[in-house]
């Protein structure tokens, strides 16, 4: 199986200090405690698609990974860039390396300043012109005083090999626009509960009859009488949804009205032919997945990966998940290496297992995976 990574290290980033995740396979499962740092290592890789994207770091991460919390909205992207630098430093800075085909090092240094605007100016900043507003007060009024506010500045730096590749300047009202940015590989962050927003990524699917056909047989773990999935256009939104038709039922039924495992599912499934030839991230991987239907489901995820050389990281809480993963596909167990990671004296610290080893451990010792 294809490693497309095959070390990551992870000096400064949110709470993560001086991480190394050496001797990557194609099959990475990352465990450890709450607030271990387990879905920052996600968030980490899922910069490759863009190591000096404003809207990679404000959006693409912080934002999917509270897809279930809607009072997270509130934040700004401004903040959200603000919250990913460690709090402690006085010079704060993000610091990953990793290695492809050759090592790469990257450098996001951030410095902090305060400047007083015009309303005028702070309207431009948010997309809005305030000209004529202004115009119009002064044609009746000769005494108008444009108010005027402290705003706060981050410069940001990013270094690639410690080489200057590009500085960005964004105040709390700046509007953060996709660019063009360095980009590496191809990454798709699945978060615990982007299935309930009912975002999947059918249209690869629907294109690749075979792997339609494999994804409605694992389906059937959860609706044994499914028989079909089609796209269809709402009539009053016109907007593209997904209808899935079986036996059960005289009519298609709408995905949204389907349970989460079914949902989940296929989200899942549907993200491993996206992730071709890149990678794929799960976080939180068992989330609304039945016990029952484990097994079929990432037996046929995993398989998937190696054919269509993706490769596959996945954190998880849940012992019984894990022990799942590394015994589902037997012929792939050289593949799946297990990383717990621990908070020690402000460093974050890592044991990383085999699948053998870490079924041995489990087994005869009863040593605990996550």
Request: with cysteine; aromatic share 10%.
């Amino acid at each position: 199986m294809n490693t497309h990574i095959k070390s990551f290290n992870i000096y400064d980033f949110r709470g993560i200090k001086n991480l190394k995740l050496n001797d990557l396979k194609g099959i990475n499962i990352i465990t450890g405690d709450n607030n271990s740092g387990k879905t920052s290592v996600l968030e980490v890789i899922n910069y490759l698609s863009g190591v000096d994207s404003l809207s990679n770091l404000a959006y693409s991460t912080t934002r999917g990974v509270n897809d279930y919390n809607q009072a997270n909205t509130r934040f700004l992207p401004y903040e959200r860039i603000q919250y990913l630098f460690p709090i402690d430093q006085k010079s704060p800075v993000i610091h990953y390396c990793f290695e492809m085909n050759k090592k790469i090092d990257v450098k996001i240094e951030k410095k902090k300043a305060y400047d007083i605007l015009p309303q005028s100016e702070i309207r431009k900043l948010q997309g809005y012109t305030f000209d004529k507003i202004k115009e119009q007060i002064t044609k009746y009024d000769d005494s108008f005083i444009e108010n005027t506010e402290e705003i706060e500045i981050s410069y940001l730096k990013f270094l690639l090999d410690d080489k200057l590749l590009k500085e960005e300047k964004i105040t709390q009202y700046s509007r953060i626009k996709r660019a063009e940015s360095k980009f590496y590989i191809n990454t798709v962050y699945v978060t615990p509960f982007k299935h309930t927003t009912n975002e999947v990524y059918l249209t690869e699917v629907l294109n690749n009859p075979k792997y339609y056909q494999e994804m409605i047989e694992v389906l059937k773990e959860f609706d044994d009488n499914i028989m079909s999935i089609n796209a269809d256009t709402h009539n009053l939104t016109n907007k593209k949804r997904y209808m899935i038709l079986s036996k059960n039922h005289n009519q298609a039924i709408p995905l949204e009205l389907y349970g989460d495992g079914m949902k989940k599912a296929i989200l899942l499934m549907s993200a491993v032919i996206t992730a071709q030839n890149g990678i794929l991230l799960l976080d939180e991987f068992e989330t609304a997945i039945h016990t029952s239907a484990m097994i079929k489901v990432f037996s046929w995820i995993l398989r998937a990966c190696k054919k269509l050389n993706v490769q596959i990281f996945l954190t998880s809480h849940s012992e019984e998940a894990i022990n799942k993963l590394l015994i589902c596909c037997p012929e792939l167990q050289n593949d799946i290496q297990l990383y717990t990671l621990y908070k020690r004296e402000n460093q974050t610290k890592v044991r990383t297992l085999t699948c053998k080893e870490a079924i041995e451990l489990h087994d005869d010792l009863g040593l605990e995976l996550r």
